[in-house]
């Protein structure tokens, strides 16, 4: 049939879709002026939970956000759900492995917070997780943060709204948040034009090979999607703890 899947920035993991990657002291002159020097602050530049970003697709892949928070009654493509002071063993300046299993670690509890919803639901959701580190200039000023961030794709770009907050999930999931897939094979709301429906998911307790997803969507989805003819992909939400992946079964399904 197909296959997709997404995942969280890492460089072993690929797919159609990814989200979609040394700190200085900084002296900061006292009220006396004597110069007295004052710790850096570690969430220096961290967004606001409750705020927002206008950021395309190709832009939420970045290691760091381009542009500023906007007010989330404004157009914009993606939630801010909390920022989280990283460990000092944490390297949050460049792309690593550690950095991205403290953002799954650190995100859960806000993005659980945010849309409700056990495992499975969040996973046969559109929402994607994303996560931003500190730019150059925050970084320089003492920065050591992470920032979580949910959005939705339709096709290959983000979804733009003005709805302040994201939508809570609840079974069964609203067409506009329940997760499809397009003739491209790119992930879609369900209420736009698709071919396929997420209707499984299951957590598999093992790291994300491409063997592995075939194996288990071999294994699981015959047993949950009606019909001779299914699909399966992965898919990463902070739900998921170190060393699993979530399988997703699809359904073929038009509208």
């Known amino acids: 049939f197909f296959q997709a899947e997404d995942g969280i920035r890492d460089t072993s993991v690929t797919g159609v879709q990814t989200c979609a990657l040394p700190i200085c002291s900084l002296a900061l002159a006292g009220p006396s002026g004597a110069g007295t020097p004052t710790d850096p602050d570690p969430m220096t530049g961290a967004p606001a939970a409750g705020t927002c970003y206008d950021l395309t697709a190709a832009q939420a892949g970045a290691f760091s956000a381009e542009k500023d928070p906007v007010d989330c009654t404004k157009n914009h493509r993606m939630w801010v759900v909390g920022a989280v ?7 949050v300046s460049t ?3 550690k950095l991205n299993a403290f953002s799954l670690e650190a995100c859960r509890p806000l993005v659980a917070d945010a849309i409700g919803g056990d ?3 969040q996973l046969l959701s559109n929402y994607n997780f994303i996560f931003f580190s500190p730019d150059q ?7 050591h943060w992470i920032s979580c961030e949910l959005a939705m794709y339709n096709g290959g770009e983000l979804i733009r709204s003005t709805i302040a907050k994201p939508p809570r999930l609840t079974s069964p ?4 948040v329940a997760r499809c897939v397009n003739r491209r094979g790119y992930y879609v709301p369900c209420s736009q034009r698709h071919v396929a429906k997420a209707v499984y998911a299951k957590v598999i307790r093992q790291n994300y090979t491409e063997s592995r997803l075939r194996r288990a ?11 001779s003819t299914y699909g399966f992909a992965s898919h990463y939400m902070p739900v998921l703890k170190a060393h699993t992946f979530g399988l997703v079964c699809l359904h073929p399904q038009t509208n």
């Open 85 to 91: 002071e990283a460990p000092a063993d944490v390297d």
């Open 95 to 97: 792309e690593n492995s």
């Open 119 to 121: 495992v499975h639901l």
């Open 137 to 143: 200039a925050d970084l320089d000023a003492g920065a």
């Open 173 to 176: 999931l609203h067409r506009s």
């Open 217 to 227: 969507g071999r294994t699981y989805c015959p047993r949950h999607v009606r019909g």
